[in-house]
């Protein structure tokens, strides 16, 4: 089974709806990100979590909210989807180095793929 | 602005051509680099870490190297192989308290056979 995975794999929706991405991991990372991808823009980081008590907005948060519900359980919900949040969404984990620090990689998950008409 | 540029978007080669990857980044401050493969409806797959204090890392055909002081940094791969076709993602952490990556737009590898 892999590590991460993120529910649902594809999703159409509508300018105005709510909808929700998950993403569950058995890593036991406590630490996990979620990013969005643009054709020719790469990734970018929308919000991440230290722990379950922690949230952190990324570099282009607007619009998105998230939960983390329990250290395996991130979230990403859309309030009221418009189209230019049409893209490849991907939840990633990662552990700390030995001094707390983050010189360890991500593991990402397959990724989301939206699309909002 | 922290910025990290991949050239070429994309490139073509015959089998078993050895190749080389490029990234830029703006900020020499880096705390390490990261190159990852990224297949069509699959996750990204981390290849090689680099960390600030290091020049290069291995792995199998792969090799990366880190040059600070110009903001590179090159994959190289050997021997290339139709299973390499992919999209390679540089990617920059600048600090070690947030985690978070600075990505490149990517480079799309096609290897014919």
């Known amino acids: 089974d892999a590590d991460v995975t993120q529910t649902p794999r594809n999703r159409i929706t509508k300018t105005g709806k709510r909808i929700m991405l998950e993403c569950s991991q058995t890593?036991?990372?406590?630490?996990m990100y979620w990013y969005r991808q643009d054709p020719g823009l790469g990734l970018r980081l929308i919000y991440y979590?230290?722990?379950?008590?922690?949230?952190n907005k990324g570099e282009i948060s607007d619009g998105y909210s998230v939960s983390r519900q329990a250290q395996a359980k991130f979230s990403l919900s859309l309030e009221s989807a418009i189209p230019n949040q049409t893209a490849l969404y991907f939840c990633a984990t990662s552990d700390p180095g030995p001094r707390g620090n983050f010189g360890e990689t991500q593991y990402f998950g397959p990724g989301t793929r939206l699309l909002v008409l | 602005k922290q910025e990290v540029t991949q050239i070429p978007a994309a490139l073509s080669v015959p089998e078993g051509e050895n190749l080389v990857l490029n990234c830029s980044f703006t900020?020499?401050?880096?705390?390490?680099l990261q190159w990852f493969r990224q297949d069509p409806g699959k996750g990204l797959t981390s290849l090689l870490l680099i960390q600030s204090s290091q020049r290069e890392q291995t792995s199998g055909r792969l090799n990366a190297s880190l040059d600070k002081s110009s903001g590179r940094s090159t994959l190289y791969i050997a021997a290339s192989q139709p299973g390499d076709s992919a999209t390679y993602l540089c990617?920059?952490?600048?600090?070690?308290?947030?985690?978070?990556?600075?990505f490149g737009q990517g480079t799309t590898l096609q290897v014919k056979p």
């Open positions: 990617a920059v952490m600048y600090s070690s308290n947030t985690g978070k990556l600075i």
């Open positions: 979590s230290f722990d379950v008590k922690d949230i």
């Open positions: 900020d020499s401050a880096i705390y390490n």
């Open positions: 890593k036991g990372h406590d630490r």
